[in-house]
Every structure is written in structure tokens, then in C-alpha cells.
């Protein structure tokens, strides 16, 4: 369907045998090789803003067209109501994906969502934890068993000081 041109042989008489197609088609190859799209995912913050990036992610770069995941079918398509505005945002963050993007493709998936924020909790869960032998761990018992230290029930001493170190 579409012809390799090989520029090391190529003649300038030899151009009248190749449409733009076929040229629009190599600078678009060129383009994908050199192109990271996690520059992309990392920018999209700056793009759409720390709300909707909450809710949106880019996808793909698939011919002309740029495929965004959204939370719920309702942003999907509130968002293309202003994907003309999205695709101003990003040629400004980068320019030279102006000639590639010609529209925005919005697709539901709300489990992509739902294991982002999964993971990010159990970082959250493994990051937050003191260890029993950690120092700012001692001095919070310590001063849980001086706030608690008039409590008579050992059981309800211990599960007041758990929850006074986990409420730090």
C-alpha cells in the first residue's frame, strides 16, 4: 500500500514517482521513532489540570489521532465537547505533535482507575507504617502509656496506645 523510500538512492528525478503521501508518511515514522509519549503522560497534569488528570489518562498515539482513558463515560464526553482546547494545550507543552494529532478519541475505563488508586493505597498503606523497632515509634508508645496510664484494663490500654500511634 505504501512505498519504503530509500533516501540513500534517491534521485532528485526519482521525486516525481512518489506522492506527499508517501513523504507525509516517513516524517510520521520518524516522528513515532524519536517521540516519547511518557514525556506525555508525565506532562498531562500540566495539560488538563490536577483535577481532571485525577480522572484522565492518555492511551495511545494511533495514526492521527491521540486515545485518552476517562473514569466514567460522563467525562468522556464532557471532555469532547472541549477536545479542541485539549489539543491547544498540548502543541503548547509540544509543538511538534501539532502535525500528527488531528483528533481526540475518548474510551471509558474505570478499572484502570480503580487498580491506580489500589496501588497507590497500598503505597501509601507500606510508607505510612512504623516499625515496632523505629524510633519514632518508641517515642509515640511512650507517650501513649504516659497519656493512658490510668486506664486499668490492660486489653484497653494496649488498643488505646495502638490506635494513639496510628492516629500519628
Not at 5 to 30: Q, S, T
Not at 102 to 128: G, P, Y
Not at 152 to 160: A, G, S, V
Request: net charge positive; with cysteine.
Amino acid at each position: 500500500m505504501f512505498k519504503k523510500i530509500d533516501f540513500k538512492g534517491l534521485n532528485y528525478k526519482d521525486l516525481d514517482r512518489y506522492g506527499p503521501h508517501d513523504l507525509k508518511r516517513d516524517e510520521m515514522n520518524a516522528f513515532y521513532e524519536a517521540f516519547d509519549f511518557l514525556d506525555l503522560i508525565k506532562k498531562w497534569p500540566e495539560i488538563v489540570g490536577p483535577k481532571m488528570c485525577l480522572v484522565t489518562s492518555p492511551l495511545k498515539l494511533k495514526q492521527d489521532s491521540l486515545f485518552i482513558i476517562t473514569k466514567h463515560s460522563i467525562y468522556s464526553q464532557e471532555l469532547s465537547f472541549l477536545s479542541e482546547e485539549i489539543k491547544g494545550e498540548i502543541f503548547k507543552v509540544f509543538p511538534r505533535l501539532k502535525p500528527i494529532i488531528k483528533k481526540l478519541v475518548f474510551q471509558t475505563q474505570e478499572k484502570f482507575f480503580q487498580e491506580q488508586q489500589r496501588e497507590a493505597q497500598i503505597i501509601s498503606e507500606r510508607t505510612n507504617r512504623l516499625h515496632p523497632q523505629s524510633p519514632q515509634f518508641k517515642l509515640f508508645k511512650l507517650e501513649a502509656e504516659k497519656l493512658f496510664k490510668d486506664v486499668p484494663d490492660d486489653e484497653l490500654k494496649q488498643i488505646m496506645i495502638s490506635i494513639y500511634i496510628q492516629s500519628r
